[in-house]
């Protein structure tokens, strides 16, 4: 490929004797031929993220104080909801093929990204903790009552290091499993809301008349759900650049038509389905862990069956929801040092580091907690890549120190005073803190960013007479790194080689 090939060459980001601490293999744009995640393969991804612990606890917090159709309903149109808000940072993989870290140096600096990112990448790690400690005693389960032998701290380690090298092959291996354990979850659970039934028709309590006495409204169960997913709300184009986008498209849905099948309903489905079960199972046994009511009551295969189930849940909604985007942020703050299996390794770390078993016992806590400040880093992506950009992006200076994005030494004012106040304000915002959060961090860096830093430090896809030069699938061009001349070329979509691997790029 040669310059001819490409709209606009970069030049060079660093001499070639020097390191360049901003750029890392798997930190690099995805190329449009290099996306192998099909919309059916988006789907499975999606469901194995939504099959996890806090989402029967979800069902069973509605189920308190609001009939058993209505929460069904709420959660699933809460889940459309943010499965809208969620295809707006989505476009930010399909468009350019960009990571969350790597993105998050336009609106926050060189530097300045390593403080939204980190925090990201740290909660994933800790989710990561929560979802093999569950997974650990589920395994642990099934080897007691084979062998007598108990301890959960072995499967733990054992847990951990499976998925961690399953993580770190790649994202196909993650689709792979997806495949595998999606339509095995499904059936499980069909089973388990059937078994749970029978146990609640045997105290003669019909699930679908059941109405708590607690005062749960409807808003607050719908405004708790669109929180929920404020993790991957903002941090989902870690997956979408992997997922397969018609070049040179330039109506949104149908460049993102992959993503929206998995979003708009498998997300919403499955969500509503889990919570489902979570609330039948307080419904039946006062307790909103069907796992913990089943197993119980279990023996034998159906015993087996079931920790199989928590096991596939916990893999596959790490995989994906957990250790990509951490060990992501963890090779964007540690380039070209770390690499991205050693920091799949590390978020291992992390999260085991954080005790998961004991913020367990404070789950909802813990979310609230964290999702404040996570959705005030949406308002903001969005407010940059929509209102300050328009959807274009001058991606090589995202891997150039002394850059358009190196702002004032490698931090951009806007993002980190948007973030710290927006994310503050919510943190106390009880219920609509992922409202307020995501409103005023998009207001506030808008206003910043117009009023003061763009006066200062001009963005050059901002004021350029040719802005298409700074789209790229719906422009039909993708970004390629060129090794031996260390710089990046703009090439179309049909002269990309059928050949080259990610190690060649």
Known sequence: MTTSDAGVASRPAQKKSEKNHLLEESILPVVNNQRPITALGFVWIWIGIAVMIATFQLGANGITGVPLLHVVLIIFFANVV???????????????????????????????????SVFRGIVAAIWFGIQTYLGALALNGIFEYM??????????????????????MGIKAVERLAAIAAPAILAISIWMYFTLDVLAQTQGINIWRFVGEQDVTVLTLFLANVAFWSTLAIDIPNITRFVKSPSGERRFFHRN??????????????????????????????????????????EGLSLIILLVLVIL???????????????????????????????VA???IVGTLFMPWKILDNLFSFLFSYGAFLSAIGGIMVADYYFIRKRRINVPHLYREGGQFHYYKGFNPAG?????????????????????????????????????????????ECVSSNSENYLGTSAGFNWVYDRENQSFMRVRSENLSKEISREDL
Do not use: C
């Open 82 to 116: 943010l499965a809208f808000l969620m295809l707006l940072t989505a476009d930010i993989g399909t468009e350019h093929g960009l990571s969350f870290s790597v993105y998050l140096r336009a609106p926050f600096g060189v530097y300045g990204t390593h403080f939204p």
């Open 147 to 168: 062998t007598g032998f108990s301890s959960w701290p072995v499967w733990y380690v054992v847990f951990a290091a499976v998925q961690v090298a399953n993580t770190a």
């Open 257 to 298: 038509k992959n993503v929206l099948l998995a979003q708009l309903l498998a997300l919403p489905a499955a969500q509503a389905w889990i919570a489902l079960i979570g609330a039948v199972s307080f419904i039946a046994a006062g307790d909103w862990n069907p796992v913990t009511v089943i197993q119980g009551q279990g």
């Open 313 to 343: 849940a916990q893999w596959s909604t790490n995989n994906a929801a957990n250790l990509i985007p951490a060990a992501l942020a963890f090779v964007n703050a540690g380039a070209p040092r770390i690499s991205y299996p050693v920091a």
């Open 346 to 348: 590390i978020a291992a």
């Open 416 to 460: 980190l005073i948007a973030w710290v106040v927006a994310g503050t304000v919510a943190f106390y915002s009880a219920q609509w803190a992922f409202v307020l959060g995501f409103v005023l961090g998009a207001l506030i860096y808008f206003a910043v960013m117009k009023l003061f830093v763009m006066k200062k430090f001009s963005q050059e």
